[in-house]
């Protein structure tokens, strides 16, 4: 599976994104997706994860109430809906694939897209 992430920018706190993951080459639809983050100086932590038929999604409790994950398999894309943004969401947002659902850990994913840089001032 290859990933493509998009959707990053500058925004300002209080703002609004909308981050896509696109994938091509396997079965999307055989995938749970997730989104990541990494910080400057910190390591990739898990944000939010959604099983393949989008019936079943987790969200760190760093962006419960914020953040929103989404799929649409006809369009082999994933989707991050981040609101209320604060400075400290500032990150290279990553998503990635795997097989099974409910992964919270980078190293038990299987496929990674290449990261948008979301930077949020203050």
């Known amino acids: 599976v290859q990933l493509q992430a998009s959707g990053g920018g500058l925004v300002q706190a209080g703002g609004s994104l909308r981050l896509s993951c696109t994938a091509s080459?396997?079965?999307?639809?055989?995938?749970?997706m997730g989104w990541f983050r990494q910080a400057p100086g910190n390591e990739r932590e898990f944000v939010a994860a959604?099983?393949?038929?989008?019936?079943?999604?987790m969200l760190a409790d760093s962006v419960k109430g914020r953040f929103t994950i989404s799929r649409d398999n006809a369009k082999n894309t994933v989707y991050l809906q981040l609101n209320s943004l604060k400075p400290e969401d500032t990150a290279v947002y990553y998503c990635a694939a795997d097989k099974d659902y409910g992964l919270t850990r980078p190293d038990e994913y299987d496929y990674w897209g290449q990261g948008t840089l979301v930077t949020v001032s203050s």
């Open positions: 959604i099983n393949w038929s989008a019936r079943m999604t």
């Open positions: 080459g396997r079965n999307f639809v055989g995938y749970a």
